[in-house]
């Protein structure tokens, strides 16, 4: 039978990495076999809806390149894909129905007085109410005579309250749960709407899902799907469930974090797919000893049997080095124009020009571009790096005083008085130029070229660690710029 999974998601805000993940799992479990991946927009949940969320769905799946075969924009036969959509056609009410007729549901008309003196039970840490049956004692007569007298009402599932429930999960094996367990879940709320679990089912059923992929925390939901299937006579689908994803301090990933979502990655210049590799290893791990997957790549290899039931850490310092792989390897011109609103914005573009400042064209933009490309992680790190170019900051002279260069501030000072009449003089201000004629100026002095490169470097930049050499930087600057810093060092050392 063909694979076939689903991404089912309630458009309650910005996508969690942990929905995300699910999503990526089902698309490379379906691709990896050469099934079909759907969409499925679950907004049966009217309180927590959220206007605008369905349309970040679509855009970050297209933004990742999880492409689904099936949705609300690709009718493949078994659509409507929107739950409201789909209970305007009454499947809902219709499969609930059906369950009344077998004694495996009922309609329950209880208040919310009466349900609030029911009694209380903690269940993983959470106080439930149970709901004692109470409506399912009711005679046919009663029971219509509540439907035609408008009667508020939900439709319940009638679990047993002996015996045991025993589910399959692909990595956790079988599951059983005593019966006594299982509440009485609603299946149909008294605004007509079907719940979250009755959805999935009836859902996964009519559209032929094979694998459902989803949270450990729905676990303890599972007998009760279980039990769903079983009263409907239908075959369940192979369940995975995933691990926990956790922060550092493994604690559950906070689902408002500052770095939960993915338009919190996007918005803090993380690349998407550096963020899809990323999580693609959040509870998964490739057979071969290796990090670094594209998502075609991913798809050859995943295979969902190697997914752990531990903890996966959210460890942001990894995204971070990932990321900044994923930017070493990146196209030039790409590059360049994802890192062109932070270059310009740490260079100061349209910000009113100091005496001395450096007006930033296209070309010095690239060659600094160039400079920063192996060297950040992700894109507002360039921020911190470009800014000496934009103004030389304020630094101590203790700057110049370098052991492995063998340098200190009366060293530093020598060396800044000997090359300002040659930077004067020369009018080549080209990266190759400059290192040519330093170099030899080196060559005659005898000295290392540390001893010489070190001093002006700091005089130029104002900075220890800088993205390229003196030179580099010098050709950026122009003559100009390059001669009012160094007579500043010279000034600075001479105090």
């Given at each position: 039978?063909?694979?076939?999974?689903?991404?089912a998601?309630?458009?309650?805000?910005?996508?969690?990495?942990g929905?995300?993940?699910?999503?990526?799992y089902?698309?490379?479990?379906?691709?990896?076999?050469?099934?079909?991946?759907?969409?499925?927009?679950?907004?049966?949940?009217?309180?927590?809806?959220?206007?605008?969320?369905?349309?970040?769905?679509?855009?970050?799946?297209?933004?990742?390149?999880?492409?689904?075969?099936?949705?609300?924009?690709?009718?493949?036969?078994?659509?409507?894909?929107?739950?409201?959509?789909?209970?305007k056609?009454?499947?809902?009410?219709?499969?609930?129905?059906?369950?009344?007729?077998?004694?495996?549901?009922?309609?329950?008309?209880?208040?919310?007085?009466?349900?609030?003196?029911?009694?209380?039970?903690?269940?993983?840490?959470?106080?439930?109410?149970?709901?004692?049956?109470?409506?399912?004692?009711?005679?046919?007569?009663?029971?219509?005579?509540?439907?035609?007298?408008?009667?508020?009402?939900?439709?319940?599932?009638?679990?047993?309250?002996?015996?045991?429930?025993?589910?399959?999960?692909?990595?956790?094996?079988?599951?059983?749960?005593?019966?006594?367990?299982?509440?009485?879940?609603?299946?149909?709320?008294?605004?007509?709407?079907?719940?979250?679990?009755?959805?999935?089912?009836?859902?996964?059923?009519?559209?032929?899902?094979?694998?459902?992929?989803?949270?450990?925390?729905?676990?303890?939901?599972?007998?009760?799907?279980?039990?769903?299937?079983?009263?409907?006579?239908?075959?369940?689908?192979?369940?995975?469930?995933?691990?926990?994803?956790?922060?550092?301090?493994?604690k559950?990933?906070?689902?408002?974090?500052?770095?939960?979502?993915?338009?919190?990655?996007?918005?803090?210049?993380?690349?998407?797919?550096?963020?899809?590799?990323?999580?693609?290893?959040?509870?998964?791990?490739?057979?071969?000893?290796?990090?670094?997957?594209?998502?075609?790549?991913?798809i050859?290899?995943?295979?969902?049997?190697?997914?752990?039931?531990?903890?996966?850490?959210?460890?942001?310092?990894?995204?971070?080095?990932?990321?900044?792989?994923?930017?070493?390897?990146?196209?030039?011109?790409?590059?360049?124009?994802?890192?062109?609103?932070?270059?310009?914005?740490?260079?100061?573009?349209?910000?009113?020009?100091?005496?001395?400042?450096?007006?930033?064209?296209?070309?010095a933009?690239?060659?600094?571009?160039?400079?920063?490309?192996?060297?950040?992680?992700?894109?507002?790190?360039?921020?911190?790096?470009?800014?000496?170019?934009?103004?030389?900051?304020?630094y101590?002279?203790?700057?110049?005083?370098?052991?492995?260069m063998?340098?200190?501030?009366?060293?530093?000072?020598?060396?800044?008085?000997?090359?300002?009449?040659?930077?004067?003089?020369?009018?080549?201000?080209?990266?190759?130029?400059?290192?040519?004629?330093?170099?030899?100026?080196?060559e005659?002095?005898?000295?290392?070229?540390?001893?010489?490169?070190?001093?002006?470097?700091?005089?130029?930049?104002?900075?220890?660690?800088?993205?390229?050499?003196?030179?580099?930087?010098?050709?950026?600057?122009?003559?100009?710029?390059?001669?009012?810093?160094?007579?500043?060092?010279?000034?600075?050392?001479?105090?």
């Amino acid at each position: 039978m063909k694979i076939r999974t689903r991404y089912a998601p309630s458009p309650t805000g910005k996508m969690h990495v942990g929905n995300l993940r699910s999503a990526l799992y089902e698309f490379l479990i379906a691709k990896h076999e050469g099934g079909d991946f759907m969409l499925r927009i679950e907004d049966t949940d009217q309180e927590r809806f959220v206007e605008g969320a369905t349309e970040i769905i679509y855009r970050t799946l297209e933004q990742v390149g999880i492409t689904h075969d099936e949705g609300p924009d690709k009718d493949g036969g078994y659509g409507p894909y929107v739950q409201s959509e789909r209970m305007k056609t009454g499947i809902y009410m219709k499969y609930a129905k059906e369950l009344i007729a077998k004694g495996e549901a009922y309609y329950c008309f209880c208040d919310k007085e009466r349900l609030a003196s029911l009694k209380t039970e903690v269940v993983e840490g959470k106080e439930i109410t149970v709901y004692d049956k109470h409506c399912l004692s009711l005679s046919q007569e009663e029971i219509q005579a509540s439907l035609d007298a408008g009667k508020p009402f939900v439709i319940r599932q009638n679990n047993p309250t002996e015996g045991t429930t025993t589910f399959h999960d692909e990595l956790y094996g079988d599951i059983t749960v005593e019966n006594k367990e299982l509440d009485d879940m609603i299946l149909i709320k008294s605004d007509g709407y079907p719940t979250y679990n009755f959805a999935n089912v009836v859902d996964d059923h009519t559209m032929y899902i094979t694998h459902v992929v989803r949270g450990n925390e729905y676990l303890s939901s599972s007998p009760k799907y279980t039990r769903l299937y079983e009263a409907f006579g239908w075959e369940p689908p192979k369940y995975v469930h995933l691990p926990l994803v956790t922060d550092e301090n493994h604690k559950k990933l906070a689902k408002r974090g500052g770095s939960s979502s993915f338009e919190d990655l996007m918005e803090q210049g993380f690349v998407a797919e550096a963020v899809v590799n990323f999580i693609a290893l959040l509870g998964w791990s490739p057979e071969e000893n290796r990090e670094i997957f594209s998502l075609e790549e991913l798809i050859k290899a995943f295979d969902y049997h190697r997914i752990s039931k531990s903890p996966a850490v959210y460890d942001v310092v990894k995204l971070r080095w990932m990321n900044g792989e994923y930017i070493k390897a990146m196209d030039f011109d790409r590059f360049l124009e994802m890192a062109d609103p932070y270059l310009k914005k740490g260079l100061g573009e349209g910000d009113g020009q100091e005496a001395g400042s450096v007006q930033f064209g296209e070309a010095a933009r690239r060659k600094i571009a160039a400079m920063v490309k192996t060297r950040i992680e992700v894109f507002p790190d360039i921020l911190e790096m470009v800014d000496f170019f934009r103004e030389l900051p304020e630094y101590d002279a203790a700057m110049y005083t370098h052991k492995k260069m063998k340098t200190d501030t009366a060293s530093s000072l020598q060396v800044l008085q000997d090359v300002l009449p040659l930077l004067e003089a020369w009018e080549d201000y080209s990266n190759d130029g400059l290192y040519g004629m330093l170099s030899r100026y080196v060559e005659e002095k005898g000295y290392k070229n540390g001893y010489v490169m070190w001093p002006i470097r700091t005089a130029v930049s104002g900075k220890q660690m800088t993205p390229a050499g003196a030179t580099e930087i010098m050709e950026v600057l122009g003559k100009e710029e390059t001669l009012r810093r160094i007579r500043k060092g010279i000034e600075l050392l001479s105090a």
